[in-house]
């Protein structure tokens, strides 16, 4: 019993394991510490269940599908019992090649299917709509509409708006530089209107923090709060979250709702699906495909319309 509670050969492993993804893997640090989330979960769960294979840190496959059946028992979705199984090949892997174990109890699990899930977005409407919104004619007005607009002109993700900096933003070339998922760089159209409001913004920024001796603290970020700090993403999901509600009726809405709304606008407009992947920062087509659903029904409308062999209604 005492080695089970102590088994420090768990945290050893473990320990590691995140090393080694900080420093062997292109991996974003939110990425990481999801990874290392899933494995300590998966080391409670067997210590809780099977207490001498957590002495051990001996696993078999039965044990790994096991922890997959509980996971699911608590209503986790497909999506994250995926990113899970993910993690825990991902530590088979390193614990096969530091030969700690000799197989990957994990790698022969299959994958979850993925659920049919898209996520709401808003209508071209509700989104003109939501950016002519009575913004307050103050600091807080003027950023709040500077991250609406930068969120639906440009497609960010949560975490790319968040940490976004002053020299990320090229006014004179016309583009945004993005840190995106695994430390990836791309370039994202500046549009002159979104580039109207952000100069504006950050005018007024600079009077904020001269006005109230608060530039040491705010360093290089773009959106900060009142005490001159830069926004969590939290933070920025909140404020984001409180516009939307006035801006449509669907209550699903979310940050990223405005990135699906950038995606499948452009695409009812006649985007190029790849130029649409690039500036997403997709690395699989298959992935921006699935903001491709309304204009596949936009074709089809139109194909009934104009074409002599469809049916007419």
């Not at 790994?64 to 209503?75: C, E, Q, T, V």
């Not at 993690?87 to 994958?111: A, Q």
């Not at 945004?176 to 002159?192: A, D, E, N, T």
Request: hydrophobic residues 35%; contains cysteine.
């Amino acid at each position: 019993m005492g080695d089970m509670e102590k088994s420090p050969i768990w945290d050893k492993h473990l320990s590691l394991f995140e090393k080694h993804l900080s420093n062997s893997e292109s991996l974003a640090a939110n990425t990481v510490t999801a990874y290392m989330s899933d494995c300590k979960g998966f080391a409670s769960f067997i210590k809780k269940n099977h207490p001498d294979s957590y002495s051990s840190a001996k696993i078999s496959e039965m044990q790994a599908r096991l922890f997959l059946i509980d996971s699911k028992k608590k209503g986790l979705k497909q999506v994250s019992l995926a990113r899970k199984l993910d993690s825990l090949k991902k530590f088979g892997d390193f614990m096969v090649i530091s030969r700690k174990w000799r197989d990957n109890p994990f790698r022969t699990l299959p994958y979850p299917r993925p659920e049919h899930y898209r996520p709401e977005y808003l209508t071209p409407e509700e989104a003109y709509g939501m950016l002519l919104e009575d913004f307050r004619p103050d600091f807080i007005g003027s950023r709040d509409k500077a991250i609406l607009d930068t969120f639906y002109t440009c497609g960010l993700r949560l975490s790319e708006l968040s940490s976004m900096n002053i020299n990320d933003i090229q006014f004179r070339d016309h583009h945004i530089r993005v840190i995106g998922k695994g430390s990836k760089h791309r370039i994202v159209p500046l549009g002159p209107k979104n580039a109207g409001i952000l100069s504006g913004y950050l005018e007024r920024r600079q009077e904020k923090l001269n006005a109230e001796n608060l530039d040491s603290k705010s360093g290089k970020a773009i959106f900060i709060n009142n005490r001159g700090n830069r926004l969590t993403p939290r933070s920025i999901a909140r404020i984001v979250k409180s516009y939307l509600l006035k801006a449509s009726e669907k209550n699903r809405l979310s940050t990223h709702s405005l990135r699906h709304s950038f995606a499948t606008h452009l695409l009812e407009a006649g985007a190029n699906l790849r130029a649409v992947q690039q500036m997403l920062g997709h690395s699989s087509l298959k992935t921006t495909q699935k903001y491709a659903h309304t204009t596949t029904g936009r074709l089809i409308s139109i194909y009934k319309r104009a074409h002599p062999r469809a049916e007419k209604s």
